[in-house]
């Protein structure tokens, strides 16, 4: 089992910015893919962006190419999200997923972009 505890979220002003964290624990070593996932009121749970364990190779949604960067403390079995120019449409909660030897979630961060 692997356990994921995100932080970070909060109100914020179009513009502004944002940095979430996700935290692991329990049978790390099996993650290879760790992600960023969104779900708005009303919508379907959407991709943001992903980060390869081992090669760091990157993915991101069209909607925050440019906007957002994923990376990862592999010591701290941390991953990070950095949220710039923020859009009343980023709004959504938050999700941290990892992939190995299943599939995992966290609890979710909200994440509010509002004047």
């Known amino acids: 089992q692997v356990q994921l505890v995100e932080s970070g979220g909060g109100l914020v002003q179009p513009g502004g910015s944002l940095r979430l964290s996700c935290s692991a624990s329990?049978?790390?070593?099996?993650?290879?893919?760790t992600g960023w996932y969104r779900q708005a009121p009303g919508k379907q749970r959407e991709l943001v962006a992903t980060?390869?364990?081992?090669?760091?190779?990157?993915n991101y949604a069209d909607a925050v190419k440019g906007r957002f960067t994923i990376s990862r403390d592999n010591a701290k079995n941390t991953i990070y999200l950095q949220m710039n120019s923020l859009k009343p449409e980023d709004t959504a909660v938050y999700y941290c997923?990892?992939?190995?030897?299943?599939?995992?979630w966290g609890q979710g961060t909200q994440v509010t972009v509002s004047s």
């Open positions: 980060i390869s364990t081992n090669s760091g190779i990157t």
């Open positions: 997923k990892a992939v190995g030897q299943g599939r995992f």
């Open positions: 329990g049978k790390i070593d099996s993650i290879y893919t």
